[in-house]
């Protein structure tokens, strides 16, 4: 079931999903590499890797009907984008 004000945050290796994870819910310690789906209060943090890869898709898919709000972090000075034209 959809669990309102619920997040997840998707985005490419290394685009800084886990230190804004880490901010949003005011944790102190620094960002280390994400391996799996990382379930922590209201925000779920994922692996780059479940977005540069379509094999992982479905993982994301599955996981974005718990949450309410799904949160794209795109790395500012990288030309590379892995999100789907459009989107
Ligand atoms: N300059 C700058 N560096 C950042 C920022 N956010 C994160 N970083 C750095 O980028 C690197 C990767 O950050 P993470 O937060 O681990 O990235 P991630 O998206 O969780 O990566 P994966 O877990 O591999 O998917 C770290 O060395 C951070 O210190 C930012 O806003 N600006
Ligand atoms: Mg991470």
């Known amino acids: 079931m959809v669990k309102k004000n619920r997040g ?3 985005g490419s290796i290394g685009a800084g999903k ?3 994870t880490n ?7 620094k960002a ?5 789906l990382n ?4 925000l779920v943090d ?9 094999l992982h898709y479905k993982t994301i898919m599955a996981t974005s009907l718990e949450v309410s709000h799904v949160l794209f ?5 990288k030309k ?3 999100f789907p034209a459009r989107l």
């Open 8 to 10: 997840m945050i998707v």
């Open 18 to 20: 886990s230190t804004l």
């Open 23 to 29: 901010a949003l819910l005011g944790r102190e310690n």
């Open 32 to 36: 280390v590499k994400t391996q799996t």
């Open 39 to 42: 379930y922590d209060n209201w």
């Open 46 to 54: 994922t692996p780059g890797e479940y977005t540069e890869n379509p």
């Open 73 to 77: 972090v795109q790395d500012a000075t």
């Open 80 to 82: 590379k984008n892995d």
